[in-house]
């Protein structure tokens, strides 16, 4: 009966392929679970941040570019992992204050996950999907991925592409459109 049971389990989880971002459920840093389905509606750019990174500073581009664009319907959802180097071994509570006073990041922020190895969070799984246009495992810190109204990736920004370059700007003016 036990094989049986986990057998099941097995197929139930294999059956379940998620067919786009709202499908995930994370929590917020303070631990409030957060349906990314919430964000309907509105394009994401969903980045995986480091408070001690040399690309840490982007926070000033990625919250100029979240206030630019908010009203037109821009979400900007920061994802704390401390997948390269320790370089995000603070606790949530941490990070968010680090990011409030030294950024004034206003945009959503999630609890710490990993992006990537053996306890990769769904969400990342589903980004990093080989068989997706912008999959491929993450190779660093402030990896962005650009999802559409819908729910759809449409675009991965490697982490040397900044906020405010003309590259990334015009991918969300158009998804915006």
Known sequence: MKALVAGF???????????????????ALNGTPTPLASFKGKVLLMVNVASQCGYTP??????A????????????????????????????QEI??????KYGVTFPMFSKISVKGGDQAPLYKFLTDKVSQTGGEIQ???????VDRNGKVIARFEPDVEPLSKELVSAVEAALK
């Open 9 to 27: 389990l097995i197929m139930a989880a294999t059956a379940f392929a998620a067919s786009g971002v709202y499908d995930f459920t994370l929590d």
């Open 58 to 63: 982007q926070y000033e581009g990625l919250q």
């Open 65 to 92: 570019l979240y206030t630019k664009y908010k009203d037109k319907g821009l979400v900007i959802a920061g994802f704390p992992a401390n997948n390269f180097g320790g370089q995000e071994p603070g606790t949530n």
């Open 96 to 101: 968010g204050a680090f990011c409030r006073s």
């Open 140 to 146: 660093w810190n402030f990896t962005k991925f650009l």
